[in-house]
Protein backbone atom coordinates (compact mmCIF):
# COMPACT_ATOMS: atom_id res chain seq x y z
CA UNK A 1 0.00 0.00 0.00
CA UNK A 2 2.72 2.50 0.74
CA UNK A 3 5.50 0.96 -0.97
CA UNK A 4 7.61 3.38 -2.54
CA UNK A 5 7.10 6.27 0.19
CA UNK A 6 9.30 7.91 2.38
CA UNK A 7 7.54 7.89 5.78
CA UNK A 8 7.01 6.69 8.89
CA UNK A 9 3.95 4.33 10.27
CA UNK A 10 3.14 4.75 13.36
CA UNK A 11 0.26 2.54 14.95
CA UNK A 12 -2.05 3.49 18.27
CA UNK A 13 -4.11 0.63 19.90
CA UNK A 14 -7.60 0.82 19.05
CA UNK A 15 -8.90 -1.63 21.12
CA UNK A 16 -9.91 -4.43 18.64
CA UNK A 17 -12.20 -1.94 17.19
CA UNK A 18 -12.13 0.24 13.51
CA UNK A 19 -11.29 3.92 13.98
CA UNK A 20 -14.45 5.55 13.18
CA UNK A 21 -16.31 3.14 15.90
CA UNK A 22 -13.79 3.65 18.13
CA UNK A 23 -13.13 6.87 18.30
CA UNK A 24 -16.41 7.88 18.41
CA UNK A 25 -17.11 5.21 21.00
CA UNK A 26 -14.10 6.82 23.51
CA UNK A 27 -11.97 3.72 22.73
CA UNK A 28 -9.31 5.90 20.63
CA UNK A 29 -8.28 9.57 21.36
CA UNK A 30 -5.87 11.60 20.90
CA UNK A 31 -4.09 10.56 24.46
CA UNK A 32 -3.88 7.39 22.76
CA UNK A 33 -2.25 9.29 19.91
CA UNK A 34 -0.14 11.09 22.16
CA UNK A 35 1.05 7.91 24.20
CA UNK A 36 2.65 6.66 21.04
CA UNK A 37 4.25 9.36 19.56
CA UNK A 38 6.12 9.30 22.99
CA UNK A 39 6.87 5.86 23.47
CA UNK A 40 7.96 5.00 19.92
CA UNK A 41 10.67 8.36 20.13
CA UNK A 42 9.79 9.06 16.50
CA UNK A 43 10.57 12.65 17.36
CA UNK A 44 14.30 11.48 17.37
CA UNK A 45 14.16 10.11 14.22
CA UNK A 46 12.63 13.19 11.72
CA UNK A 47 13.38 16.95 11.88
CA UNK A 48 10.17 18.11 11.46
CA UNK A 49 6.96 17.53 13.79
CA UNK A 50 4.13 17.37 11.36
CA UNK A 51 1.70 14.29 12.08
CA UNK A 52 -0.82 12.73 9.33
CA UNK A 53 -4.25 11.25 11.02
CA UNK A 54 -7.16 9.42 9.56
CA UNK A 55 -10.08 11.66 9.15
CA UNK A 56 -12.41 8.79 10.29
CA UNK A 57 -11.04 9.42 13.84
CA UNK A 58 -12.05 12.81 14.00
CA UNK A 59 -15.20 12.06 16.06
CA UNK A 60 -12.39 11.67 19.13
CA UNK A 61 -9.25 12.42 17.89
CA UNK A 62 -8.95 16.66 18.91
CA UNK A 63 -5.65 17.26 16.76
CA UNK A 64 -5.63 20.68 18.59
CA UNK A 65 -4.47 19.00 22.07
CA UNK A 66 -2.11 16.92 19.99
CA UNK A 67 -0.45 20.37 19.47
CA UNK A 68 -0.70 21.43 22.58
CA UNK A 69 0.90 18.74 24.66
CA UNK A 70 3.72 17.73 22.05
CA UNK A 71 4.64 19.82 19.47
CA UNK A 72 3.10 18.13 17.10
CA UNK A 73 1.30 19.97 13.85
CA UNK A 74 -1.19 17.46 13.16
CA UNK A 75 -3.38 17.40 9.95
CA UNK A 76 -6.61 14.76 8.69
CA UNK A 77 -5.53 12.33 5.76
CA UNK A 78 -8.03 10.80 3.30
CA UNK A 79 -11.35 9.25 4.83
CA UNK A 80 -9.91 5.79 3.02
CA UNK A 81 -6.75 3.49 3.37
CA UNK A 82 -6.79 3.21 -0.20
CA UNK A 83 -6.39 7.33 -0.84
CA UNK A 84 -3.43 7.70 1.35
CA UNK A 85 -0.68 6.86 -1.62
CA UNK A 86 -2.84 9.32 -3.34
CA UNK A 87 -2.70 11.95 -0.49
CA UNK A 88 1.11 11.38 0.14
CA UNK A 89 2.43 12.01 -3.42
CA UNK A 90 0.06 15.24 -3.42
CA UNK A 91 2.47 16.40 -0.74
CA UNK A 92 0.11 15.92 1.85
CA UNK A 93 -3.08 17.38 0.15
CA UNK A 94 -6.54 16.12 0.34
CA UNK A 95 -8.58 16.12 -2.88
CA UNK A 96 -12.55 16.87 -1.66
CA UNK A 97 -13.96 13.66 -3.07
CA UNK A 98 -11.25 11.47 -0.39
CA UNK A 99 -13.04 13.21 2.60
CA UNK A 100 -16.07 11.75 1.90
CA UNK A 101 -16.99 8.00 3.12
CA UNK A 102 -17.51 5.42 0.42
CA UNK A 103 -19.85 2.62 0.49
CA UNK A 104 -18.44 0.10 -2.77
CA UNK A 105 -20.55 -2.79 -3.58
CA UNK A 106 -18.43 -5.34 -2.16
CA UNK A 107 -18.61 -3.82 1.32
CA UNK A 108 -22.48 -3.38 0.92
CA UNK A 109 -22.66 -7.54 -0.21
CA UNK A 110 -20.72 -7.92 2.68
CA UNK A 111 -23.14 -5.89 4.90
CA UNK A 112 -25.57 -8.03 3.29
CA UNK A 113 -24.35 -11.40 4.08
CA UNK A 114 -24.58 -9.90 7.59
CA UNK A 115 -28.06 -9.24 7.85
CA UNK A 116 -28.54 -12.57 5.83
CA UNK A 117 -26.70 -15.56 7.13
CA UNK A 118 -28.90 -15.48 10.48
CA UNK A 119 -32.11 -15.42 8.51
CA UNK A 120 -30.97 -18.27 6.32
CA UNK A 121 -29.84 -20.29 8.96
CA UNK A 122 -33.32 -20.00 10.89
CA UNK A 123 -34.52 -20.93 7.45
CA UNK A 124 -32.85 -23.91 6.95
CA UNK A 125 -33.70 -24.87 10.22
CA UNK A 126 -37.74 -24.23 9.72
CA UNK A 127 -36.71 -27.16 6.18
CA UNK A 128 -35.24 -29.01 7.92
CA UNK A 129 -37.73 -29.34 10.73
CA UNK A 130 -40.80 -29.72 8.03
CA UNK A 131 -38.36 -32.19 6.20
CA UNK A 132 -38.79 -30.01 2.26
CA UNK A 133 -35.72 -28.87 0.85
CA UNK A 134 -37.86 -27.03 -1.33
CA UNK A 135 -39.22 -25.42 0.96
CA UNK A 136 -35.74 -24.26 1.84
CA UNK A 137 -34.29 -23.18 -1.12
CA UNK A 138 -37.50 -21.05 -1.27
CA UNK A 139 -36.72 -19.42 2.08
CA UNK A 140 -32.88 -18.94 1.01
CA UNK A 141 -33.75 -17.33 -2.30
CA UNK A 142 -36.39 -14.69 -0.94
CA UNK A 143 -33.97 -14.00 1.44
CA UNK A 144 -31.43 -13.44 -0.98
CA UNK A 145 -33.18 -11.72 -3.14
CA UNK A 146 -34.62 -8.92 -0.09
CA UNK A 147 -31.36 -8.23 2.07
CA UNK A 148 -29.11 -8.69 -1.41
CA UNK A 149 -31.35 -6.24 -3.62
CA UNK A 150 -31.51 -3.78 -0.92
CA UNK A 151 -27.84 -3.11 -0.59
CA UNK A 152 -26.91 -3.37 -4.11
CA UNK A 153 -29.29 -1.01 -5.13
CA UNK A 154 -28.49 1.13 -2.06
CA UNK A 155 -27.04 4.32 -3.80
CA UNK A 156 -30.45 4.68 -5.23
CA UNK A 157 -32.96 3.74 -2.66
CA UNK A 158 -34.67 5.80 0.09
CA UNK A 159 -34.01 3.82 3.83
CA UNK A 160 -35.02 6.51 5.46
CA UNK A 161 -37.96 8.51 6.94
CA UNK A 162 -41.22 7.33 6.41
CA UNK A 163 -40.56 6.67 2.17
CA UNK A 164 -38.47 3.59 3.84
CA UNK A 165 -41.67 1.25 4.30
CA UNK A 166 -42.17 1.46 0.15
CA UNK A 167 -38.67 0.41 -0.24
CA UNK A 168 -38.53 -2.76 1.78
CA UNK A 169 -42.28 -3.23 0.91
CA UNK A 170 -41.12 -3.30 -2.72
CA UNK A 171 -38.26 -5.53 -2.00
CA UNK A 172 -40.37 -7.80 -0.09
CA UNK A 173 -42.83 -8.76 -2.77
CA UNK A 174 -40.09 -8.91 -5.58
CA UNK A 175 -38.64 -11.67 -3.19
CA UNK A 176 -41.71 -13.12 -2.42
CA UNK A 177 -42.44 -13.35 -6.25
CA UNK A 178 -38.82 -14.93 -7.04
CA UNK A 179 -39.43 -17.47 -4.10
CA UNK A 180 -42.98 -18.69 -5.90
CA UNK A 181 -40.58 -18.85 -9.17
CA UNK A 182 -38.56 -20.97 -7.19
CA UNK A 183 -41.45 -23.02 -5.85
CA UNK A 184 -43.14 -23.25 -10.00
CA UNK A 185 -39.76 -24.21 -11.02
CA UNK A 186 -39.10 -27.00 -8.24
CA UNK A 187 -42.79 -28.39 -8.89
CA UNK A 188 -43.65 -27.62 -5.49
CA UNK A 189 -46.36 -24.89 -5.55
CA UNK A 190 -48.61 -25.34 -2.25
CA UNK A 191 -50.28 -23.32 -0.13
CA UNK A 192 -48.09 -24.21 2.62
CA UNK A 193 -45.29 -23.35 0.47
CA UNK A 194 -46.42 -19.96 -0.67
CA UNK A 195 -47.60 -19.40 2.84
CA UNK A 196 -44.01 -20.09 4.07
CA UNK A 197 -42.58 -17.70 1.18
CA UNK A 198 -44.96 -14.78 2.23
CA UNK A 199 -43.80 -14.90 5.48
CA UNK A 200 -40.07 -15.27 4.99
CA UNK A 201 -40.68 -12.00 3.13
CA UNK A 202 -42.56 -10.29 6.12
CA UNK A 203 -39.77 -11.33 8.45
CA UNK A 204 -36.98 -10.39 6.24
CA UNK A 205 -38.56 -6.90 5.68
CA UNK A 206 -38.97 -6.74 9.76
CA UNK A 207 -35.31 -7.76 10.36
CA UNK A 208 -33.79 -4.83 7.71
CA UNK A 209 -36.52 -2.20 9.04
CA UNK A 210 -35.26 -2.07 12.03
CA UNK A 211 -32.22 -0.25 11.67
CA UNK A 212 -30.84 -0.55 7.93
CA UNK A 213 -30.04 2.90 7.59
CA UNK A 214 -27.61 2.45 10.68
CA UNK A 215 -25.83 -0.07 9.68
CA UNK A 216 -24.33 1.73 6.77
CA UNK A 217 -21.38 4.66 6.84
CA UNK A 218 -24.26 6.96 4.74
CA UNK A 219 -26.96 6.78 6.99
CA UNK A 220 -27.61 7.59 10.98
CA UNK A 221 -29.54 5.20 12.93
CA UNK A 222 -33.21 5.52 13.50
CA UNK A 223 -33.45 4.01 16.67
CA UNK A 224 -31.46 6.37 19.08
CA UNK A 225 -33.02 9.21 17.17
CA UNK A 226 -36.67 7.48 17.13
CA UNK A 227 -39.65 10.50 16.80
CA UNK A 228 -36.72 12.75 17.90
CA UNK A 229 -34.38 13.37 15.38
CA UNK A 230 -31.20 15.26 15.22
CA UNK A 231 -29.63 17.97 13.26
CA UNK A 232 -26.36 19.66 13.20
CA UNK A 233 -26.92 23.56 14.17
CA UNK A 234 -24.83 26.29 13.37
CA UNK A 235 -24.28 29.43 15.56
CA UNK A 236 -22.88 31.71 13.17
CA UNK A 237 -22.52 34.27 15.55
CA UNK A 238 -19.63 31.76 16.66
CA UNK A 239 -18.44 30.92 13.90
CA UNK A 240 -14.54 32.36 12.68
CA UNK A 241 -14.07 30.46 9.21
CA UNK A 242 -11.40 28.26 10.92
CA UNK A 243 -13.37 25.14 8.31
CA UNK A 244 -12.38 22.49 11.00
CA UNK A 245 -15.60 21.11 10.07
CA UNK A 246 -15.64 21.13 6.45
CA UNK A 247 -12.45 19.23 6.97
CA UNK A 248 -13.62 16.29 8.73
CA UNK A 249 -17.17 16.05 7.62
CA UNK A 250 -17.31 12.36 5.70
CA UNK A 251 -20.90 13.67 4.24
CA UNK A 252 -20.28 16.81 2.31
CA UNK A 253 -22.56 18.37 4.48
CA UNK A 254 -20.69 21.48 5.24
CA UNK A 255 -19.08 24.27 3.27
CA UNK A 256 -16.86 26.81 3.65
CA UNK A 257 -18.14 30.59 2.51
CA UNK A 258 -15.09 32.64 1.46
CA UNK A 259 -16.41 35.70 0.46
CA UNK A 260 -18.27 35.34 4.29
CA UNK A 261 -15.44 33.75 5.77
CA UNK A 262 -18.25 31.76 7.31
CA UNK A 263 -19.06 27.78 7.28
CA UNK A 264 -22.42 26.99 6.34
CA UNK A 265 -24.93 23.39 6.16
CA UNK A 266 -25.45 23.09 2.70
CA UNK A 267 -26.32 19.63 2.94
CA UNK A 268 -28.18 19.11 5.96
CA UNK A 269 -30.10 15.75 5.14
CA UNK A 270 -26.77 13.90 4.22
CA UNK A 271 -25.63 14.59 7.97
CA UNK A 272 -25.36 11.03 9.65
CA UNK A 273 -24.44 12.79 13.65
CA UNK A 274 -21.22 11.40 14.20
CA UNK A 275 -20.33 14.70 15.50
CA UNK A 276 -16.75 15.07 13.74
CA UNK A 277 -17.54 18.31 12.87
CA UNK A 278 -18.34 19.76 16.99
CA UNK A 279 -15.67 18.16 18.41
CA UNK A 280 -13.10 19.89 15.82
CA UNK A 281 -14.88 23.39 15.86
CA UNK A 282 -12.43 25.55 17.63
CA UNK A 283 -15.49 27.93 18.68
CA UNK A 284 -17.83 25.94 19.72
CA UNK A 285 -19.94 27.29 16.76
CA UNK A 286 -22.03 23.68 15.99
CA UNK A 287 -24.27 21.26 17.96
CA UNK A 288 -26.76 19.00 17.81
CA UNK A 289 -30.67 20.57 17.88
CA UNK A 290 -33.37 18.10 18.04
CA UNK A 291 -37.01 17.76 16.97
CA UNK A 292 -38.22 18.52 20.00
CA UNK A 293 -35.93 22.09 20.18
CA UNK A 294 -33.69 20.42 22.78
CA UNK A 295 -30.32 21.51 22.10
CA UNK A 296 -27.28 19.53 22.85
CA UNK A 297 -23.97 21.84 23.32
CA UNK A 298 -20.38 20.95 22.19
CA UNK A 299 -19.22 21.29 25.47
CA UNK A 300 -21.47 18.54 26.50
CA UNK A 301 -20.45 15.98 23.61
CA UNK A 302 -16.81 16.89 24.31
CA UNK A 303 -17.45 16.10 27.83
CA UNK A 304 -18.95 12.62 27.28
CA UNK A 305 -16.06 11.54 24.57
CA UNK A 306 -14.19 12.24 27.85
CA UNK A 307 -16.10 10.38 30.14
CA UNK A 308 -16.46 7.57 27.60
CA UNK A 309 -12.26 7.64 27.31
CA UNK A 310 -12.46 7.48 31.07
CA UNK A 311 -15.05 4.59 31.20
CA UNK A 312 -13.28 2.76 28.89
CA UNK A 313 -9.47 3.12 29.98
CA UNK A 314 -8.02 5.13 27.34
CA UNK A 315 -5.55 7.11 28.76
CA UNK A 316 -1.42 8.19 28.60
CA UNK A 317 -1.12 6.12 31.64
CA UNK A 318 2.27 3.65 31.33
CA UNK A 319 0.22 0.58 32.27
CA UNK A 320 -2.20 1.67 28.83
CA UNK A 321 0.23 2.67 26.67
CA UNK A 322 0.38 0.87 23.32
CA UNK A 323 3.54 -1.17 22.68
CA UNK A 324 5.53 0.88 20.07
CA UNK A 325 6.28 -2.58 18.17
CA UNK A 326 2.78 -3.06 18.20
CA UNK A 327 1.53 -2.61 14.43
CA UNK A 328 -1.60 -2.69 12.14
CA UNK A 329 -3.70 -0.47 9.27
CA UNK A 330 -7.43 0.02 10.39
CA UNK A 331 -8.61 3.28 8.63
CA UNK A 332 -10.66 2.21 5.77
CA UNK A 333 -14.71 1.02 6.44
CA UNK A 334 -15.13 -1.39 7.18
CA UNK A 335 -12.29 -2.37 9.04
CA UNK A 336 -10.60 -5.53 8.30
CA UNK A 337 -8.56 -5.47 11.71
CA UNK A 338 -8.38 -3.86 14.92
CA UNK A 339 -5.52 -1.31 15.20
CA UNK A 340 -5.35 2.29 14.09
CA UNK A 341 -2.30 3.59 12.26
CA UNK A 342 -1.35 7.30 11.84
CA UNK A 343 1.13 7.94 9.06
CA UNK A 344 3.95 10.49 8.86
CA UNK A 345 6.48 12.08 6.10
CA UNK A 346 10.12 10.57 7.59
CA UNK A 347 12.87 13.07 8.18
CA UNK A 348 14.24 14.86 5.41
CA UNK A 349 17.69 14.20 7.10
CA UNK A 350 17.02 10.56 7.42
CA UNK A 351 18.79 8.22 5.04
CA UNK A 352 16.56 5.08 5.75
CA UNK A 353 13.23 4.30 3.66
CA UNK A 354 10.03 3.13 5.42
CA UNK A 355 7.94 1.28 3.45
CA UNK A 356 4.93 -0.77 4.28
CA UNK A 357 3.05 -3.39 3.24
CA UNK A 358 -0.89 -4.24 4.17
CA UNK A 359 -1.39 -7.44 5.02
CA UNK A 360 -5.07 -8.30 3.91
CA UNK A 361 -5.98 -10.73 6.50
CA UNK A 362 -4.15 -9.74 9.63
CA UNK A 363 -3.59 -5.93 8.98
CA UNK A 364 -0.18 -5.92 9.85
CA UNK A 365 2.49 -3.34 8.82
CA UNK A 366 5.95 -4.94 7.99
CA UNK A 367 8.57 -2.21 7.92
Given at each position: ??????????????????????????????????????TSRVGKQVDHRELV????????????????????????????????????????????????????????????FMWSWALIAVAALV?????????????????????????????????????????????????????????????????????????????????????????????????????????????????????????????????????????????????????????????????????????????????????????????????????????????????????????????????????????????????
Amino acid sequence: MLKGHDAWLLCANSKGINVWCAAGGGHLTHHDVISVLRTSRVGKQVDHRELVLPQLCATGVERRKIAEVTGWSARWGPARLEDLPGFLGRRRRVVKGERFVRFPLWERMEMSFMWSWALIAVAALVAWGIDSWAAGVCAVTVIVCIVGGIFAALPWLVVTGPRRWLTFGAFAAVGFGMGVGVLAALGAVTSAHVWLAAGTAIVAMGVLSTDLAGTTPWYGSYINTFHNAAQVDLVEERCTGAAECVQVCPRDVLEMNGHRRKVEIKRPDQCIQCGACIVQCPEDALRFRYDDDRIVEAATIVERCRLARRQTGSSTSDKNRPSPSSTGIGSSWPPRNGTHCVARPASRISSRSCSAARNERSGSCRP
